[in-house]
């Protein structure tokens, strides 16, 4: 019986370093799920949610997020970001309605897409915490237009989650 807590002490270390690895959940919140990664060294808070619905004549599509995230360390908030399943055709709008406010300023770089300016993250995140749902228009590289609704049920409490835990201040 006394070797036991020896060989969980001995253990321990191990399973520490074992949950830092990748992201850890802090906690679903409705449609959006909130975590913290510390992996790197550093704390990246993030949160994320599918569609509810993905329109678009094709055949395959990968997986298909939008997100907010919180780099401390590098004094970067609020940035928002959509990672659509497949690469975006080069020049081709993105645009982003929350509820009946539009957003159109956007860069894409493969599959993943970025508000232009960091007023338009703050912008849209706000839109995000006061609306209902979300919808995300793109096009594939091969000329796919593809419609994504995203439930926003949720979303303020995860944002207060990543917020408290990455120290951002209100």
């Not at 055949?59 to 399943?85: C, M, Q, W, Y």
Request: hydrophobic content about 35%; glycine content about 8%.
């Amino acid at each position: 019986m006394k070797k036991y807590p020896v060989l969980l002490l001995a253990f321990l270390p191990f399973c520490a370093v074992a949950a830092q690895q990748g992201p850890r959940l802090i906690g679903q919140y409705g449609d959006w799920l909130a975590y913290i990664d510390q992996s790197s060294g550093q704390d990246i808070c993030y949160m994320a949610s599918m569609p509810k619905k993905e329109e678009g004549n094709y055949k395959t599509r990968g997986d298909v997020f939008a997100l907010v995230a919180h780099r401390p360390k590098e004094k970067s908030f609020d940035v928002f970001n959509l990672i659509a399943g497949y690469n975006f055709q080069k020049n081709a709008p993105v645009t982003v309605e929350v509820d009946r406010q539009k957003f159109s300023d956007f860069y894409t770089d493969k599959d993943a897409a970025w508000t232009l300016y960091d007023r338009d993250d703050l912008a849209l995140i706000q839109a995000m915490k006061k609306g209902q749902k979300m919808v995300v228009n793109g096009v594939s590289s091969r000329g796919t237009k593809t419609k994504d609704t995203y439930s926003l049920k949720g979303f303020t409490k995860a944002y207060e989650a990543i917020s408290k835990k990455c120290g951002k201040k209100k």
